[in-house]
């Protein structure tokens, strides 16, 4: 059976209860419109196998529950399920959906019911599956121990803890007590497995407690009780939350409580339950609002599958486009993205196979001019004819070899850390400075990874680690900003490794000195990149250099002034 694709989008809620947010989502098939809410603290990710299962039935939408995936927060630490149900329907009025069918499963399975219950005029059907009714007892203790925070440590640590956590989850539960009767009948996920819940779990950091409380501290069973619309209640007799099936006492008449011997049979079951639902057209897809003040998010249509887009139009004049280093995407250049808001145009996007973007590189050897054609085909697909670019280390090689691809498309180029090295030094990076990260069943790799980046801030370049290669500034090893470049490299597995290689390859003195684009080299004191800018301004008059400030919310001002000239 052929499967169709599943595409992703962003809808922007303006001027809701939470202000203006943005959720993104997934989408695929045909047929009544079907809404599938993920479990905690994945994404929409986790309903990606559903959706491919009952996409020639349903158009299944799938979003990301606020403050999960790349959904924005509610901007609440303590929010009810009540207000993620009323979030969702916010949701469902920004894409065009008056009602729907709706499947849960675990979080989602406690979101879904009290949609049900509370907005029974969107709902013509709901599925439950794994949906808890715990006592005051348990849930007084759930609330306690089910929810440390989650803060990154100096050392790293954290994520030893998180790997084990996740571990434990799929061996006891609650996954904090360790007795016989707490021990689950379940195989332990590969390695691969635990390592894209992990991803999940990173990308909404301590606010993954959110959603879980609201789930624990929902006033289950009363839900259960006011459901009006066809509901069904069900799980997996391998399913922890099986266990409270036999609690769902009184329900409405509306409600079916039913546990099945497999999760395929639920599955099953749910699908029959669902399609016995009145139906609902699909709503046209419509492009994505942007947001006044802000970088906004859209995934734009490529060959090949989808790239992450951060921008803000709302200033006339050609297009900034900020390009991000190798073990980056738009999240890490969007301070300096935003820097230019209000002056001029401005876009980050996630290259191929970084960040949020589809890896849409063709086969074969990886280089810098692969990256640029793929940047020349995101801003075809835009209709950008003419830009100026910022490239952030790597990213600005990019910029400079599609100036040389396009000359006419680049107007003005600026290299924020020029990445110019002598002949010695370029091998030895090429050879050592992206090692292989590979996952381990253990967890071990987490720890290697942080070291990783860690080092890359005390020492230059970070595998010499020697008394002449310590950076002497204030060092940004930050453990917030430690975990988010961990985060970045976790996204785009070993891409990051064969894009440092690329750009450790590349002949930068020779496409530095002949590309016929005004250019300009810059960094600020702290980056390492700072030499090797001065350097190859000393060996290039006609490239200048300039020292930025030490924050990149400062930048966009600074190079304004050649950007315009």
Known sequence: MSSTRITRHFATIREGRWGTRQVHYRRTGKGPVLILLHQSPLSSRDMIATMQRWQRHFTCIAPDTPGYGLSDPLGVTHAGMEDFAQAAVEFLEAIGVAKAAFYG???GAMLAAAIAARYPERVHAVVANGYVIPTPEERA???AEYLPPFVPSWDGAHLA??????????IFFPWYRKEAADRLELNLPPPESLQAGLVDFLRAGDHYRVAYRAAFTMSSLEALRKITVPALVTASRTDPTSRYLARAHDPSPEVAIRECATPAETLDL????LR??????APKLTATRPIPGRLWQQMLDVPGGQLRIQRNDEAAGRHIVVVHDAAGSSDTVATLASSFIGHRPVL???LPGHGESDNTLPRGPLTVAVYAKALRSALDALGIRACDIVGVRGGGLVGLELAHLTPRRVHRLVLVGPMYFDKALQTGLRQHYAPEIRIDGHGGHLLQAWQFIRDQGLFWPWYARTREGILRVAPPVDPARVQRHVLEIFRAPDLWRRAYRAHFSY???TRLRTVKVATLLAAAEWDPMHACGLAASKALPHRPFRTLARDPGEWGRELLPFLDA
Do not use: C, G
Request: glycine fraction near 0%.
């Open 270 to 273: 749910a699908f029959a339950h």
């Open 507 to 509: 002949p930068v003195k």
């Open 348 to 350: 980050a996007i996630d």
């Open 141 to 143: 203790e759930l609330v």
């Open 276 to 281: 016995r639902a009145p139906a609902s057209a």
């Open 161 to 170: 803890w998180l790997w084990s956590r996740m571990r434990e989850q799929v």
């Open 105 to 107: 499963f675990h979080t």
